[in-house]
């Protein structure tokens, strides 16, 4: 292990971290608020530390596979401590634990919040909440690779480290060109999600910070009531089919705009699937609600659009209190919870890839038993996927079962009943953000203990990075030269 390399690279993280601290001090002095001053000792410490840090003069400048673990592993760990501060030094919160719950849930895009009453928070601190789900969406790191092209060579283990999914690649050469291609094609959704809301006529601020939590599928709101608030259908289709679009691939985009054709997009079968999959819940949901909740098809058909895109992007945005909803509503959002979007977008869960492969590989086994001799190959977009990536998804799938069934049985001894813990669990793990029963879309964590909060605190944090980048740390081999 190269710890030299790790550290000087965490320094060039706290630097890029305290330069997007600026941006909320601007809004401090534009609304004149006394919380720019926990803004600006924020910026001095991570700046103080980011200079310490990289004026680490490593040897060996490569970045192998336990660097790149390490590297996100203790980055995320040391951004989300470094953005705890405003919370603590503004008096916003009083806990450390509920701090760092908070920023965490901030930048691992999950939006489950202390906060009971978000609307009385300053404005700077309103607009640093949304503001993490934006560079979390995408990734911290990825984004210091994109400003960044000089840290060495091997950062590719970084990239890999951090992308969500079973496989991951590059799209140019260079891993620094590939994480610009990726942040242009963000910040350009960004642009047009802000355009198409603030031309709708919500507030300016509004817009920005209800955009970086839709397209980084994060779910803080500057409303208590979330969505709901605006009761306005227009913002609803907006934000319902940005969140669906954050949940695809960004590759696909690079991709279908390289070629000058859309087909590429279409093209794609976890593109399809996680399609079929909306339309599907959407009109169950819809059958559901009408009648029991909403006296109308089309109030229906509203609530369950925009829930179904908000839980199954990940994104944990609400526009009604759907733990009121029939019990076959709500577990269908449950199993969203654990399905998630698309490999290679903001969004968390599972991803469509590995339940689609999980089900191609179910099918595979059963056509062996009855035809043993049967030599049958997966296969996604006319490819063959090498049984080293089933593997992975197969382990994959079981840790994550695991890692979920062991965070609830500890969740449980916290005075939860079942329904809160397992949602809870699910809604952390898979980066959703509202869960069920007492932490449901109108209520918050503040009422859990500080233990269940640092256990989804770690939830959060593992659903991320994708499990094995934070678990493999914790094996003493890997500490080992």
Request: charged content about 10%; hydrophobic content about 55%.
């Amino acid at each position: 292990m190269n710890l030299l390399i790790v550290l000087k690279i965490l320094g060039v993280l706290l630097l890029c971290e305290a330069a997007a601290l600026l941006p909320s001090v601007a809004v401090a002095v534009i609304y004149q608020e006394a919380a720019v001053y926990a803004f600006i000792k924020t910026i001095v410490i991570a700046a103080f530390l980011g200079f310490l840090l990289y004026s680490i003069k490593p040897q060996d400048k490569m970045i192998r596979y336990k660097e790149g673990f390490a590297i996100v592993s203790f980055g995320w760990i040391a951004a989300s401590l470094i953005g705890a501060l405003p919370f603590l030094f503004s008096g916003a919160l009083t806990s450390p634990v509920d701090a760092f719950f908070e920023t965490v849930s901030g930048f691992t895009t999950t939006g489950a919040t202390v906060i009971s009453n978000v609307e009385a928070l300053p404005k700077c601190l309103l607009f640093w909440r949304s503001f993490t789900h934006w560079l979390g969406g995408m990734g911290i790191l990825v984004l210091t690779l994109a400003i960044s092209p000089a840290l060495g060579l091997g950062t590719f283990q970084i990239l890999k480290a951090e992308s969500p999914g079973p496989i991951s690649s590059k799209l140019t050469a260079k891993v620094s060109d590939t994480a610009k291609i990726l942040y242009i094609t963000y910040l350009v959704f960004t642009v047009v999600m802000i355009l198409f809301l603030w031309l709708g006529g919500m507030p300016l601020f509004d817009t920005l910070c209800h955009t970086f939590g839709t397209l980084g599928t994060g779910g803080f709101s500057v409303k208590n009531a979330s969505i709901g608030a605006y009761d306005n259908v227009y913002y609803e289709i907006v934000i319902t089919v940005f969140m669906l679009l954050a949940g695809v691939n960004f590759s696909l985009y690079y991709l279908a705009f390289k070629k000058r054709s859309l087909a590429e997009l279409w093209r794609d079968k976890e593109l399809q699937v996680y399609l079929g999959i909306v339309a599907v819940y959407i009109l169950v949901i819809t059958f559901n609600l009408y009648g029991s909740v909403f006296s109308s098809f089309a109030e229906s058909l509203r609530h369950a659009f925009f829930q179904v895109g908000s839980i199954i992007s990940t994104t944990g945005y609400a526009t009604t209190d759907f733990d009121l909803w029939p019990d076959l509503s709500r577990t269908l959002l449950l199993t969203l919870m654990f399905i998630g979007a698309c490999a290679g977008s903001t969004a968390g869960g599972m991803k469509v890839i590995r339940i689609y492969l999980i089900f191609k590989y179910i099918q595979r086994e059963i056509g062996t038993l009855i035809h043993p001799r049967l030599v049958k190959a997966v296969k996604v977009n006319d490819e063959i996927i090498p049984e080293s990536v089933l593997s992975s998804v197969m382990s994959f799938s079981l840790l994550f079962l695991l890692v979920f069934i062991t965070a609830t049985l500890l969740l449980l001894t916290q005075n939860l009943d079942i329904v809160s813990a397992v949602s809870a669990v699910a809604c952390t793990l898979g980066n959703i953000g509202p869960g069920l029963n007492a932490l449901g879309p109108t209520k918050t964590f503040a009422p859990v203990s500080e233990m269940a909060k640092c256990l989804l605190s770690a939830c959060m944090l593992l659903g991320r990075l994708e499990l094995y980048t934070m678990i493999s740390l914790l094996f003493p081999s890997f500490w080992r030269k």
